[in-house]
Every structure is written in C-alpha cells, then in structure tokens.
C-alpha cells in the first residue's frame, strides 16, 4: 500500500472530517469556512486522481490489487460524502434529544440564526453566518420566559415566548428595547 499511501491518507482524512465536523464545526467560527473550502478542493483533486486511478487500472486490466483496492476506498468514501455531506451518522438527533421549540430565522446574505430548546433543559444556538457560531447551555421556563445558562459568552439573557406571533423573542438585557424575533418554527406540547 505504500504506493497509493497519499491516496489512501488523504482520503481517509477528507472522509473523517467530514464525518466529524459535528464536534468541531461550532468551534472554528469564520475559519469553518475555510476549512470547507479547502475540503472541496481536496474533493475535487480526489475525484480527478479517482479518474485518473481508473483510467490507468482499465488500460492494465484490473491486473494490480493495490490499484484496485485504492479504487475501490476512493470511490466509497467519495460517493459517501456526496450522498451524505453532513456524515453518516446524524450526531445532532443522537446525541442532543428532542427539540421542545424550534425557531430559525434568516437575515441578510442567507445568514441563519437557530435556537433549539431541548426537552432535556438544553439549548442550542446557532448562527451560520460565513462560519458558525454555536452556543450551548441550560435553559429555565417560567410563564412565557426562558433564562439561558451557559458556559460560554451568550448575548442574550432571557427569551420571552410570543405565543400570538408564533415567536420568541430575546433580550440582552431586562432594558433591552429592541429584542432579537426568531419564529418558532415547530413547537412540542411537551
């Protein structure tokens, strides 16, 4: 395999990048979005090198096992991550439970801010905005007021849920006059 070991690394790489990116994607911020550029190009330059691989192993007739067995890694892990961008397995439904109330919102150039309130107490927000930022914490419910905890910075102390404008709506501060609308999209009983 030492022939082929760049095809293989790089390969194998690319695939567990992507099948991970659920764990890191939310930590690098603006770079997320180089850090995917750069996995497009090396998607690309592996799908020329798969044809490449090919061609040659068709011209020999299938005769070297290497060549094959490289072949037939590329065109799994390449077709994988075509069919399936986000990874195999879909960590997010696994690993964070059921939404409670889901909200999304998009702003200005396709810009999207999420806030998921499990029904575990937990929340989760997002905003994809030329990178991700994603925030995750603890939430309270009282009446129609939800109090985020988290470990990490969060602009916003409370959300209050506008039941009328199917909406919840947050603030940064109990003074805060012009609160940030995110529409709750899908919203549980329970």
Known sequence: ?????????????????????????????????????????????????????????????????????????MLSCLALIAIKPKGLINFESVLEGEDKIFAQAEGAANCTT???????????????????DRIKGEYTIKSDTVYFNSRKAFEYKFGVIDKNKNMIK???????????????????KN
């Open 1 to 73: 395999m030492k022939k082929f070991s760049l095809q293989f690394i790089l390969t194998s790489i690319l695939f567990l990048t992507i099948n991970t990116s659920y764990f890191w994607e939310g930590e690098l911020g603006l770079f997320f979005l180089i850090v995917i550029i750069i996995a497009f190009i090396i998607y690309f330059l592996l799908f020329i090198e798969f044809i490449r691989q090919l061609y040659i192993s068709v011209r020999d007739k299938f005769r070297e096992k290497k060549r094959n067995t490289l072949l037939i890694f």
């Open 114 to 132: 999420t806030l998921k309130l499990k029904k575990d107490e937990k929340f989760i927000y997002e905003s994809v905005c030329f990178g991700i």
């Open 170 to 188: 947050l603030f940064r501060n109990k003074s805060d006059a012009k609160p940030y609308g995110i529409p709750i999209l899908k919203s549980s």
